[in-house]
C-alpha cells in the first residue's frame, strides 16, 4: 500500500513539533501542575506515533536513529536507580528529595529527584510503545 | 559494612563481565574475575584475629519497615568458616578453570553465573534476617541450575540442572514456610533475636512444624537421602563448577542451615533424632553407593553425599548439648559439633583436590571411567600425588586431616553411646556399627580412585587422547589444596583456637565460655582409644574388601539395591505433566471468548456472592453531587457507543465506536476537573486505536457468530451481572465509609512532597514503590512483545537437538 499524502506530510511536519514541545513542557510542569513523567511520555510517544503513521518505518528510523528498546530500558534503570540513589545516602528506598536554586537564566526554580524518577518513566512509556508499535507494524 | 558490601560485590562485578568479555574475548578474563573472590578472601580472612577474641559483627540497612524485613548481615564465626570456604575455595576453582575451560567456551556467560552464585552464596551465610536468608538461598538454587545447564546443548545437562532445581528449590519453598512460622511465633525474622527469645516459644503447636519445614529444606539443599538423588546428575556440569557447587558451596548451605539453627531447634529431641538418623543413613548410603561407580565424578558425587551425612549426624549428635543444660554431658556432645565443623573444612579441601584431580583425567585422557583408567602413576606424577593425598585423607588415614576428623567422628559416636541418651533400645549401638561400615566402604571407594587409576596396567587403546602430565596451571589450585589437607594435619589448633572456637560459641551461645568446649586437637590418642581401634578395623576389613570387590559386588543386584529413587522420581515428574496437561486442556479452549465467560463467572461469583452472603450493599446517596445535563449528555452517548458495538457491520466500525467510549470517560475527567487523567486517557485512547489499527492485518475477517441461542442467552445473563455488580459495587462503596479519607494526607503534598499537584506527588513521592514496579512491568510487556513478534520469524526452522 502506498500513501503519499502531502497535506498530511505536511501538516504532521509541524504538528510533530508542537506535540513534541507539549511532551516536554507536561513533563516539566508535572510536580506542580497537570502533567508528569507518565502524561508527558504518552504525549512524546504519540508524536512518534503520528511519525510511523504519515510515513513509512525506514523513513522515520533514518530521522530518529534510537533504539527504543533501549530507551525503556534506560527508562526503567532510572526509575529503579533513584530509588536505589536514596539507599546509598542513609534514607529509605526511594525517599524523594527536593531543593529550590538560583540557577542563572531560569531564576528560582526547584529542582527535585522526583524529576529523574519521573524522567525514567516518561522514557519508559516513550520506548515501550514505540518499541510496541513499530514492532507489530513491522510484522506486516 | 564491610560484610554487607562482601555480599554484593561479586552481583556488581557481574555486570561487569560481560562489558569485560567483549573487549578481551579470551581466558584472560579469568584473572580478572579472580580478583573478586581474593580480594573477599583477604578481607575475610582479616577478621579472623578479632572473630577468634568473641567480637562479632552486624551491619543493617532499613529495608521494609513495617514488614520487619531489613537487609541485616551477621558476622561470627559460624558465618566466617563459610564465608572463607565460599571464598578461598572460589578463588582456587577460578584459577583452575582458567586452564581447563577452552577458550572456545562463553567464558564470560560462565563467570557471570560463577559470580552470582558466589553472591548469593555469601548472602546465605551471612544474612542475619530469615526473609534475605531466603531470597538468597533460592538465588542459589537459581544460578547453581544455570552452572549445571552450562553445555545446555547436552540432554543431560538440561536434565540434571532441572532436576536439582525441582528438588532444591521444593525445599526451600517448604523452608519458607517454616521461616513464616517462626516469625508467627516469634514476631522477628531476625535470627540472632530468635535464638536469644526461642525458649519461651518450644511449646507452641508450630514449633516442630516450623523445624520440619526448616530441616526440609536443609536436607534437600545438602542432598540427605532421600533427596540426594539430583547430586550425581548435577555432575554433567562443568567440572570446576562440581568442585565449587559440591566440595564447598551449595551442598554446604544445607549444612550451614542446620548449623545456625541448632541454638533455636536444637534443644528437642525431634531434631536430634531426625538429623542425627538422616544423617548416618545418607553416610552409609552414599558411601555404599559410591562403590559400585565406574564414572569417577559419580563416584565422587556419592561421596560428597555420604560425608555430608557424616557432617549432618555430627550436628545432629551434638544438638543434644542443648538438651542437656550445663553439665558435663553437654561438652562431651558438643564435641561432635566441634568434629563436624572441623571435619566441614577438611572435606572442602580434600573433596575439592579430587574434583580438580577427576577433571585433569578427564581434560588429558578424554575418560573418567575407572575401567579404562590405570597404571596413570607413571605419566601423571603429580596428579598421581594429589589424588593419592586427597583419596586417603577421604578414608581417614595418617598424616593428612580426615584422619584427625575421622577420629574425633568415632570417639563423639563412642562416647555418644555410654550416655543415657541412647540407652532407649540399642540405638547408640547401631548408629556406631553403621558409620562404622560406611567408614570401610569410604575406605574401599577412597582406594579405587587411587589403585584402579594410577596403578596396574597402562591401557593406551582405551582411552582417547595421548596421556601426559597437566600444565602446571591447571595442577596450581589442586596442589594447593592437598598442601592445606597435610598442613592442617600437623597444625589442627591453629584451626582449631581461631576458627572453630568462635564457630562453636555461635552454635552454643548459652554454653560460651564453658571448659572444654573448644577441644585441643591431637593426632595420637594412645593405643587404647577406641577410636583408632576402629580406624585400625575400617583398614583391614577396607583392604579385604577392596581385594575382593570382584566376589562380592554381586551384592549391587539383589532386589533392595535396584529399587531405584531416580525412576521414582522421573515418573512422578512424567506423571505431573500428564496430569497437569490433562487439567489444562480441559480450560484452555483458545478461545478469548471462553476465557472472559471464565473471567467474569468467577467475578460474578465471589465478588456477587460476597455481596449478596454478607447483605452489604447499602445505597446512601445524600452526599451526592447533583448530576447535570452536560454528564447526561456523556453518558447517553457512551451508551449509544457500547450498544452500537453489538450491531456494528465492520471491525473498524467497532473500533471506531470503542474510541468513542474511551474519549467520552476522557470528557467525563473533563467536567470533573482532572485533567491530568483526562489528558492521559486522552493519550491512551489515542494510542491504543491506531494499535489496534495495526493488529488489524491480522485478525480473521469480521463475520458474525453463529451460536446456539442458549449460549447468547447464557452470555447476555453473565454480561448483564457483571455489569449489575459492578454498578452495585461503586454505589456501595460511595455509600460505606468505614475510615476516614485519606485525601486529607495527600492534601498537605506541597508540605510533605514540595509539589503542588496531588496527583502527581502520589505517584512519584507516596506511592513511588508501586509506580516504579509499573514501570518495569511496562518494560516487560514491551520486550515480550519484541520478543514474540522478532523471535518467531527468526527462530524458524532452526530446532535446537540433542546432543
Known sequence: ?140 | MTISLSIFIPFIAAIFVPFLYKRIQSRKIGWFVLLVPLLLFVTLASFIPSIAKGETYTHTFRWIESAGIHFTTYLDGLSLIFGLLITGVGSLVILYSIYYLSERESLGRFYVYLLLFMGAMLGVVFSDNLMVLYVFWELTSISSFLLIAFWYHRKKSRYGAQKSMLITVSGGIAMLAGFIMLHTMTGTYSVREIVVTIGQYTDEPLFVFAMLLVLLGAFTKSAQFPFHIWLPDAMEAPTPVSAYLHSATMVKAGIYLVARFTPIFGGEMTWFYIVSSVGIFTLFWGSFNAVKQTDLKALLAYSTISQLGLVMSLFGLGSAALNEGHSANSIIYAQATFAALFHLINHSTFKGALFMVVGILDHELGTRDVRRLGGLMAFMPVTFSIALIGSFSMAGLPPFNGFLSKEMFFESLVNARNLELFDVGTMGTIFLIVAWLASVFTFVYSMIIVFQTFFGEFQPERIEKPSREAPFGMLLAPSILAILVIGIFFFPNSIGNYLLRPAMAAVYPTLEGAEGLTPQIVAWHGFNSPALLMTIGVIILGAVLYKFYRYWRGIYTIAPMTWNLDAAFNANLILLEKASHFFTRLYMKGYLKDYLVYIFSFFIVVVGGAIVYTGSYTFDFSNDAPVTANEYLIVLAMAVAGLSMLFAKSRMTAIILNGVLGYSIAFFFVVFRAPDLALTQAVVETVTTALFLLCFYFLPDWKKERSPIGTKVLNGLIAFAAGTIVTVLALTVQGNKMFESISVYFEDSYQLAGGKNIVNTILGDFRAFDTMLEVVVLFIAGIGVFTLIKLKTRKEGQDFEDQ
Open chain 1, 1 to 140: 500500500m502506498k500513501i503519499n499524502d502531502v497535506i498530511l506530510q505536511t501538516v504532521t511536519k509541524i504538528v510533530v513539533f508542537i506535540i513534541l514541545t507539549f511532551g516536554v513542557e507536561l513533563f516539566l510542569s508535572g510536580h506542580n501542575n497537570p502533567g508528569g513523567g507518565f502524561i508527558g511520555g504518552l504525549v512524546l510517544s504519540s508524536a512518534f506515533v503520528l511519525l510511523y503513521l504519515v510515513h513509512d518505518i525506514d523513513t522515520v528510523h533514518k530521522g530518529i536513529p534510537f533504539d527504543f528498546k533501549k530507551i525503556a530500558a534506560l527508562g526503567a534503570f532510572l526509575a529503579v536507580g533513584t530509588g536505589i540513589g536514596s539507599v546509598l545516602f542513609g534514607k529509605h528506598f526511594l525517599t524523594q528529595a527536593a531543593g529550590h536554586f538560583n540557577l542563572p537564566v531560569f531564576g528560582e526554580t526547584e529542582l527535585s529527584t522526583v524529576l529523574v524518577f519521573e524522567a525514567g518513566v516518561a522514557l519508559t512509556v516513550v520506548g515501550v510503545v514505540v518499541t510496541i508499535i513499530s514492532t507489530i507494524s513491522e510484522d506486516v
